[in-house]
């Protein structure tokens, strides 16, 4: 499993991607863990503020789980998939509210769903290979010079 780089970007070939979303998804069994890509995160800038949306409920694909506010922006994070919102990583984001500019692949995860209709959206994302071609071609266009927030 390795990471692909263009213009300091980083686009894990292990991972899904709604590139027209800027999501990237973790399938974990049933589950998915789903984040802002570092295109993103680069185009945002540094996270000041997040609200969260309700865990609990159903949200389908498209719908807002979280609206980010940063430093140029501010705006939805859809989700990428279907599916009953389970967990939030607002603790993390409570302790360090620049944790998905430094980590956006890791630590700085933004939600946890359980799928309702993987097998039909699935054909809607894509691999990390294929997400760092469309990726590598919108870096170019506008100009993107990914980096990761200090402190």
């Not at 498209?62 to 279907?82: D, H, M, N, Q, Y």
């Amino acid at each position: 499993m390795a990471d692909q780089l263009w213009q300091g970007c980083v686009v894990p070939d292990d991972l899904l991607y709604d590139v027209d979303l800027h999501v990237w998804i973790r399938l974990e069994g049933e589950l998915a863990t789903l984040g802002m890509t570092d295109v993103a995160q680069t185009m945002g800038g540094r996270v000041v503020h997040i609200s969260w949306k309700r865990t609990g409920r159903a949200y389908a694909r498209g719908r807002t789980l979280a609206v980010i506010e940063s430093a140029k922006w501010v705006g939805p994070f859809p989700a990428a998939l279907s599916g009953e919102l389970l967990e939030v990583n607002q603790a993390a984001f409570a302790a360090d509210i620049a944790i998905a500019n430094r980590d956006p692949y890791g630590a700085g995860w933004l939600a946890r769903v359980r799928p309702a209709a993987l097998d039909s959206e699935l054909g809607l994302l894509a691999d990390g290979p294929t997400a760092f071609a469309r990726y590598r071609s919108l870096i170019e266009e506008r100009g993107i010079r990914c980096y990761r927030c200090a402190g």
